[in-house]
Nanobody
Framework: QVQLVEHGGDSVQPGASLYLSCQASGQIFDIGTMAWYRQAPGTQRELVATVTREHNVRHTEIAKGRFTISRDNGKNTVYLRMDNLKPEDTAVYLC???????????????WGKGTQVTVSS
């Protein structure tokens, strides 16, 4: 059984910063690419950023200049640093990880349940 649990969401004012984390636990042989997505009410889930096992990062237009993704392989954890938050960043932020549970299995996408970020004055 594999679980991904996010932490760090909060209600903040515009211009504030938040630091999200997502840790994978359970039967894990290997974790490939990890990613952050977000979903606002009534909208589709959208990709924010990805980071590979080798720490190669890609930030989408949503994130460029304000958000930074990183990971700690030893802790099976991915982070998202968010600066200069805006009301339009309000959403549930979810993490995803490509995980192999044994050396014989293909990687499967696992998702966390999300953490709420609300930006409002």
């Amino acid at each position: 059984q594999v679980q991904l649990v996010e932490h760090g969401g909060d209600s903040v004012q515009p211009g504030a910063s938040l630091y999200l984390s997502c840790q994978a636990s359970g039967q894990i042989f290997d974790i490939g690419t990890m990613a952050w997505y977000r979903q606002a009410p009534g909208t589709q889930r959208e990709l924010v950023a990805t980071v590979t096992r080798e720490h190669n990062v890609r930030h989408t237009e949503i994130a460029k200049g304000r958000f930074t993704i990183s990971r700690d392989n030893g802790k099976n954890t991915v982070y998202l640093r968010m600066d200069n938050l805006k009301p339009e960043d309000t959403a549930v932020y979810l993490c995803k990880a490509e995980i192999r549970t044994t050396q014989f299995d293909d990687a499967v996408d696992y998702w966390g349940k999300g953490t709420q970020v609300t930006v409002s004055s």
